[in-house]
């Protein structure tokens, strides 16, 4: 079976001081792991994804595969951070089928 | 296009009683997807399209639950006999679909359909 844990429901933190959104994770195989966005009123979106080693609005996560974690982190958060984050794994079922186990997300409060 | 496009955005219906949710991907997207959030949840899998291929019904809670899907277009969520535990936003997606499986892919989501069961 494969679980996505995010322990924080709400997360809220001063313009400008650095965040961590933790993600933790359950999975046997190699997992594809990503972070989706939510913004007031907008639709989900894909934030990023391990596989691209990329930082996007400032944001980057790390896979540790020793602590089954992809904590997403930015130095110093802006207003327009606030949003509600969801981490994603992305895991092989067999037989050719994978799903996308999304956690319960975490919601992001940037207090000017 | 436009991106993912759902409707009804909003659908209140009585216990019991059959509802139908559509989704129009973005043209050309093969893998289509169906997921559920409960209030205070997080994304459920429902039901996975991919091409011509047989859908993967894994995610599906019950046999109420079923969709179908219009070649690589439209597809429609179904309902039967709706139940109180089944109001939820109803949240699909599509993508690329060109590796064969979606491991790796982006997602790109509709607005979701907001169902409540009285």
């Known amino acids: 079976a494969q679980r996505v844990t995010q322990p924080e429901k709400l997360l809220s933190v001063f313009k400008g001081a650095p965040v961590e959104l933790k993600c933790n994770y359950s999975?046997?195989?190699?997992?594809?792991l990503f972070w989706y966005v939510q913004y007031s009123r907008q639709r989900l979106q894909l934030l990023l994804r391990?596989?691209s080693r990329e930082s996007i609005k400032g944001f980057t996560a790390d896979l540790n595969k020793g602590e089954t974690s992809f904590h997403l982190k930015k130095p110093f958060a802006q207003e327009e951070d606030s949003a509600m984050y969801y981490c994603?794994?992305?895991?092989?079922?067999?037989?050719?089928?994978?799903?996308?186990?999304f956690g319960k997300g975490t919601k992001l409060s940037v207090i000017p | 296009g436009a991106g993912v496009s759902q409707s009804p955005s909003n659908k209140v219906t009585e216990k019991g009683k059959d509802v139908e949710l559509r989704c129009d991907p973005i043209?050309?997207?093969?893998?289509l997807y169906w997921y559920r959030q409960r209030l205070g949840q997080g994304l459920e899998f429902l039901i996975y399209f991919q091409g011509n291929s047989a859908p993967d019904k894994s995610g599906l809670p019950s046999d109420r639950f079923s969709a179908e899907r219009t070649g690589e277009s439209v597809s429609t969520l179904t309902i039967q006999r709706t139940q109180q535990e089944d109001s939820a936003v109803y949240l699909c997606a599509s993508s690329f679909g060109t590796s064969g499986s979606w491991v790796g892919e982006t997602q790109y989501f509709g607005p979701g359909t907001r169902l409540l069961v009285l």
């Open positions: 994603a794994l992305s895991g092989h079922l067999g037989a050719g089928s994978y799903q996308l186990t």
């Open positions: 999975y046997s195989g190699s997992p594809e």
């Open positions: 391990h596989i």
């Open positions: 043209s050309g997207h093969t893998a």
